[in-house]
């Protein structure tokens, strides 16, 4: 693979990773780091730099590509990045640019729940459909859409953004309004619903982690934020179902490491407020390319922008 590999950056809230990969979907080599994104852009886009000379020297010939996964909002083919919920100040970064200037190889940037889609759908739980709606479920929570066999993005890259939809009237404050769906099936939204509901159990610094082991631990109080949850989580992904038809629905993240506390029970929401004709033809399924899946959609805006995927 000497000389045809590709950069891959996976840019969460939490966590961002680096990774080397082919042009089939194989990660050969990986790296990361603690965002930290209150440090500031410059922060984290220094220790970006140093985790790609690291893996650059690893593989020991530069990259034909970088490849960006990134939260939005974003102007995907611009590459500038704008003002992501989980990356608070990355106000208007013009990331592909910065990049370019850095490495003088094309860059890619692409919505991260747009390239968890393109993910699923060339390697995994997607593959062989042509109407899918892949949903992350991090820090922050959002959608990517392949509708009749392509990536759709909207008029202004806006298209999946399904965390700033209100599913109640009141919840916690997430994506600027409280009651949005990432309020409810983000971790962020999770924790901060356990702290809402039970000021007295959970403070600041609680995690959708500590909810989780009290909730295994037998808590009623876990159990109940969970419940709450997944009544908005359901009625969520019912809209989606409802508005695009799909054939599946994908969960990433929090989707796949929750099921019985979260996903269960919003899957009973889910049939009660969907239409029967949306959710005879749509399963509602864990991604398959498991705890990967973040390092391969890495690569992914390449793949589909750069046309650099070999099947």
Known sequence: MAGDWIIGLDIGGTKTAVVAGDRCGVVVHRTQFATVPGRGFDDVFSRMLEAIAHVVSHMGTPPVAVSVSVGGPLDVLRGIVKSPPDLPGWTDIPLKEMLSRHFHVP???EHDGNAG???EW???AGKGFRNIVFVTMGTGFGAGLILEGRLYRGTSDVA???GHVRVAEDGPDCYGKSGSLEGYGSGT???RLARMMYPSLWGEGTTVIDIHEAYRGGSREASLVFSRAATGLGRGLAIVADTLNPERIIL???G???????VG???VVFEAESLPEARRVCRIVPAQLGESIGDIAALCAAYDQGSLLVP
Not at 256 to 262: I, P, Q, V, W, Y
């Open 117 to 119: 889609a393109l993910a």
């Open 252 to 254: 990433g993240g929090l």
């Open 256 to 262: 796949m490491r929750l099921g019985d506390a979260l």
């Open 107 to 109: 860059v890619f940037v």
């Open 189 to 191: 939204g999770i924790a």
């Open 122 to 124: 060339y390697f995994g």
């Open 160 to 162: 999946g953004e399904i």
């Open 265 to 267: 029970p919003a899957k």
